[in-house]
T-cell receptor
Framework: GAGVSQSPRYKVAKRGQDVALRCDPISGHVSLFWYQQALGQGPEFLTY????????KSGLPSDRFFAERPEGSVSTLKIQRTQQEDSAVYLC????????????FGPGTRLTVT | GENVEQHPSTLSVQEGDSAVIKCTYS??????FPWYKQELGKGPQLIID?????GEKKDQRIAVTLNKTAKHFSLHITETQPEDSAVYFC?????????FGAGTRLTVKP
């Protein structure tokens, strides 16, 4: 079956621009996670949804970062007024349920802020 | 919060040899320990996981061991093949909070 998909795969933004990154989770997966992966590092948690409810956003680095999942399926991560330090790969993962269940990752969106 | 340490950061082995990657975690409440393989330009792929009520789990050439008392867990790959070359990440999770190690770049030389 189809896995987690993300779009765009690559995004170049000028500093100060807003960007929107999309995640399509595996059909039927209740939980959705966003991670940020800097070059040479492991993924770092940003935020978590269970259905349409955002249950944890403690990893969002600033109020320029905003995520939504209005219908409990597709999710969008928005970054306003991008800065160079936002350059990273943004990974989305989904799981069948929330606690201690396997998370399946998408291919990521590589964001480069110039 | 949880802190996961992973070593070595790079590992080079000859094809057919075994590879071992070790991780430690700080929070004794962590109860789920997955391992991911990430190839260049791709997202992490779950290869094996273990839960805190199990000490060891094996899947073909891959095995994972967990020592809850010492708070460490390890990935063992036997009979390595060139296609095993990738970056491997361990992670420790409490409910939905998953923390990753910094990764191990494994190179298998033919």
């Amino acid at each position: 079956g189809a896995g987690v998909s993300q779009s765009p795969r690559y995004k170049v933004a000028k500093r100060g621009q807003d960007v929107a990154l999309r995640c399509d989770p595996i059909s039927g997966h209740v939980s959705l996670f966003w991670y940020q992966q800097a070059l040479g590092q492991g993924p770092e948690f940003l935020t978590y949804f269970q259905n349409e409810a955002q249950l944890d956003k403690s990893g969002l680095p600033s109020d320029r970062f905003f995520a939504e999942r209005p219908e409990g399926s597709v999710s969008t991560l928005k970054i306003q007024r991008t800065q160079q330090e936002d350059s990273a790969v943004y990974l989305c993962a989904s799981s069948l349920a929330g606690q201690g269940y396997e998370q399946y990752f998408g291919p990521g969106t590589r964001l480069t802020v110039t | 919060g949880e802190n996961v340490e992973q070593h070595p950061s790079t590992l080079s082995v000859q094809e057919g040899d075994s590879a071992v990657i070790k991780c430690t975690y700080s929070d004794s409440a962590s109860n789920y320990f997955p391992w991911y393989k990430q190839e260049l330009g791709k997202g992490p792929q779950l290869i094996i996981d273990i839960r805190s009520n199990v000490g060891e789990k094996k899947d073909q050439r891959i095995a994972v061991t967990l020592n809850k008392t010492a708070k460490h867990f390890s990935l063992h790959i036997t009979e390595t093949q060139p296609e095993d070359s990738a970056v491997y990440f361990c992670a420790a999770s409490i409910n939905n909070d998953m923390r990753f190690g910094a990764g191990t770049r494994l190179t298998v030389k033919p």
